[in-house]
């Protein structure tokens, strides 16, 4: 069955430094998600993607945030100064359309 | 906005017995999707509504949308330890992919 797969499963970084979470969504999908969940709480909506540009964000996509799809098939979140509440898993999703949303395993990211 | 709200928000049961869980929204439901997570990692997709009265079966889990379109429900027949899980309600409007809103989750073990 074909899978959303993210990499790396577990970042650390200190506060302040850049990180870059990254995502292989399904081939043949076409819209694309990022989601985080804070231990304890509510997965939330970052930001959607489609047709290589945002289609909608949260108030929580501020301008620390970015979103890229450089080639075919990655699909990156860059944290351009992480700061400790950006502690947080981290989940990518995809989806062609109809049927559901594919979710990833999910990045620890873990801000120190 | 919508919200949606899950009850119970944690629930033990024994191995064998039956449960429900709830997903009850402030607005309308137009496409209802119930996802399981394993604590700490990715969703796992089980099944999606869209049609108020639908039903739809996996293996011991049945999940339905009210008529009235404003509640979901997620019943699980002969629990087994393989049940245990956070299990998550969300919506997005119907189209298939704008982003979804979830859950406060609930929290379901199984004891032997």
């Known amino acids: 069955e074909p899978e959303v797969t993210q990499t790396p499963s577990h970042q650390v970084t200190q506060m302040g430094q850049e990180v870059i979470l990254r995502c292989v969504p399904i081939?043949?999908?076409?819209?694309f998600y990022w989601y985080r969940q804070i231990l304890g709480q509510k997965v939330e909506f970052l930001v959607s993607f489609y047709n290589n540009e945002i289609s909608e964000k949260s108030e929580i996509f501020d301008d620390q945030f970015s979103v890229e799809r450089p080639d075919g098939s990655n699909f990156t979140l860059k944290i351009r100064s992480t700061k400790l509440e950006d502690s947080a898993m981290y989940f990518c999703a995809s989806t062609w359309g109809v049927g559901g949303y594919t979710f990833g395993s999910g990045t620890r990211l873990t801000v120190v | 906005s919508q919200e949606l709200e899950q009850s119970p928000q944690s629930l033990i049961v024994q191995e064998g017995k039956n449960l429900t869980i709830n997903c009850t929204s402030s607005k309308t439901l137009y496409g209802l999707y119930w996802y399981k997570q394993k604590y700490g990692e990715g969703l796992i997709f089980l099944m999606m509504?869209?049609?108020?009265?639908e039903e739809k079966s996996h293996e011991k889990i049945t999940a339905k949308l009210d008529e009235k379109k404003q509640q979901s429900s997620l019943h699980i027949t002969a629990s087994q330890p393989s049940h245990a899980g956070i299990y998550l309600c969300?919506?997005?409007?119907?189209?298939?992919?704008?982003?979804?809103?979830f859950g406060t989750g609930t929290r379901l073990l199984v004891s032997p």
């Open positions: 969300g919506a997005d409007k119907g189209t298939g992919f704008q982003k979804l809103v």
């Open positions: 509504l869209q049609k108020g009265g």
């Open positions: 081939s043949n999908h076409l819209y």
